[in-house]
């Protein structure tokens, strides 16, 4: 992970080690995991790979199966480690001159009195390839910059977009946002 993303990081305040190797590995995840999990090395299982990896770089475990291009997620890991979690996730895919970006979030302390969100965009060659990360922000980007410079809109009049992001938990990350109405109540 270059050091211009550890700066970004950080999420959770005072908790040592613990969040800052969730931090790291969080954003590992976001580069490496798709790729691995879809094309592992020969011979080896992408899945053991990933909590391998987890388990012996940062002390960290997937706390749920991940879940990748099926019904209801694009891509969501869920990590742990000494009770606290990271969730991560994939709000968004568009493709712009043969290069795929995406939106990532990751959050932390959805259940704590600090909950924090990261919003991280990436590219990519191909939806099975390693990403590369472009920009790490605690603020909602509203959209996706091409390397071009075009803004890939999000769908943000998406329900389900609105329920992953969970703007309402995350109020920091949304500053004046009107996707703070709309669901403020809402537990999801």
């Known amino acids: 992970m270059p050091d211009r993303w550890k700066a970004k990081m950080g999420m959770g305040g005072n908790m040592g080690d613990a969040v800052a190797n969730l931090d790291a590995a969080a954003i590992w ?26 388990a012996a770089q940062w002390g960290v475990t ?18 742990g ?7 991560v996730q994939t709000l968004h895919r568009a493709w712009d ?34 990403r ?10 509203g959209a ?7 803004q890939l809109p999000l769908p943000l009049g998406n329900r389900r977009l609105l329920d992953d992001m969970r703007p309402w938990l995350f109020p920091d990350s949304f500053p004046g946002s009107t996707l703070l109405a709309d669901g403020g109540n809402d537990t999801a």
């Not at 020969?42 to 990896?53: C, H, I, P, V």
């Not at 997937?62 to 990590?79: C, D, G, K, S, V």
């Not at 302390?109 to 390693?130: N, S, Y």
């Open 81 to 87: 480690r000494d009770g606290i979690t990271h969730r």
């Open 62 to 79: 997937l706390t749920a199966p991940p879940a990748l291009n099926n019904e209801r997620y694009l891509a969501l890991f869920q990590i």
């Open 29 to 54: 995840v976001i580069e490496q995991a798709i790729a691995l999990l879809e094309q592992p090395p020969a011979g080896r299982d992408g899945l053991s790979m990933l909590s391998e990896t987890l």
């Open 132 to 141: 590369q990360v472009r920009r790490a922000s605690r603020h909602f980007p």
């Open 97 to 130: 001159d043969g290069v795929l970006y995406e939106l990532w979030q990751v959050t932390a302390g959805e259940d704590g009195p600090t909950p924090q969100a990261l919003f991280i965009t990436t590219r990519c060659d191909d939806l099975e390839a390693v």
């Open 144 to 150: 996706i910059t091409s390397d071009e410079g075009r």
